[in-house]
């Protein structure tokens, strides 16, 4: 599953995600599945047609990632791979940090950084012209509503019963982020 919100300048993606890590850190073998989140960059283009023609949009560049993961081999709800990329190079994620913040209470701690996009774009180290006032205002308001999307997914993430029905479910629609 795919949910795209959008503002001005900024977006957020929200999927599902399954992968097992084909050169994996010490402690971080095994596949992981949860839910990933990314703040991308938002492109839109001239009409193509009338007044009436639909606008082009492209959900371009990430500039900050959040996989709530966890081992499929742990505990559901353990969050034990939980991480985010406070960095991105270009569409490559930089390291992955653990907080213990984000592991402890995911949703909490999404939702605080999703209502302060200011904070998160100097974190990442983005220019300020990022974003627009308006997307700081529209992702503050929306983050209760995401922060939802983000949960019940993890909810029917955590409802694949064994590995195998997770590969087939929703290893596909790991590349959609």
Same mark, same amino acid.
């Given at each position: 599953?795919?949910? !795209?919100?959008?503002?001005?300048?900024?977006?957020?993606?929200?999927?599902?995600?399954?992968?097992?890590?084909?050169?994996?850190?010490?402690?971080?073998?095994?596949?992981?599945?949860?839910?990933? !989140?990314?703040?991308r960059r *938002?492109?839109?283009?001239?009409?193509?047609?009338?007044?009436?023609?639909?606008?082009?949009?492209?959900?371009?560049?990430?500039l900050?990632?959040?996989? !709530?993961?966890?081992?499929?081999?742990?505990?559901?709800?353990?969050?034990?791979?939980?991480?985010?990329?406070?960095?991105?190079?270009?569409?490559?994620?930089?390291?992955?940090?653990?907080?213990?913040?984000?592991?402890?209470?995911?949703?909490?701690?999404?939702?605080?950084?999703?209502?302060? !996009?200011?904070?998160?774009?100097?974190?990442?180290?983005?220019?300020?012209?990022?974003a627009?006032?308006?997307?700081?205002?529209?992702?503050?308001?929306?983050?209760?509503?995401?922060?939802?999307?983000?949960?019940?997914?993890?909810?029917?993430?955590?409802?694949?019963?064994?590995?195998?029905?997770?590969?087939?479910?929703?290893?596909?629609?790991?590349?959609w *982020?």
């Amino acid at each position: 599953m795919l949910y !795209l919100f959008g503002f001005e300048q900024i977006g957020v993606a929200v999927s599902d995600i399954y992968f097992v890590d084909p050169n994996p850190e010490r402690g971080q073998e095994g596949a992981e599945r949860g839910v990933r !989140l990314e703040l991308r960059r *938002l492109e839109q283009s001239e009409l193509k047609g009338s007044i009436y023609s639909a606008r082009p949009i492209t959900v371009e560049r990430p500039l900050w990632r959040v996989d !709530l993961l966890e081992s499929v081999s742990g505990t559901p709800g353990s969050f034990d791979r939980t991480h985010h990329h406070p960095g991105m190079n270009g569409w490559e994620p930089g390291r992955r940090v653990f907080d213990h913040a984000l592991s402890g209470e995911p949703l909490k701690w999404l939702a605080e950084r999703l209502s302060d !996009l200011e904070g998160v774009l100097k974190e990442v180290g983005a220019d300020p012209g990022e974003a627009t006032p308006a997307d700081a205002t529209g992702l503050r308001e929306r983050a209760p509503e995401i922060v939802e999307i983000v949960g019940r997914l993890l909810d029917r993430v955590r409802a694949t019963a064994t590995p195998d029905e997770a590969t087939t479910s929703t290893s596909l629609r790991a590349s959609w *982020l």
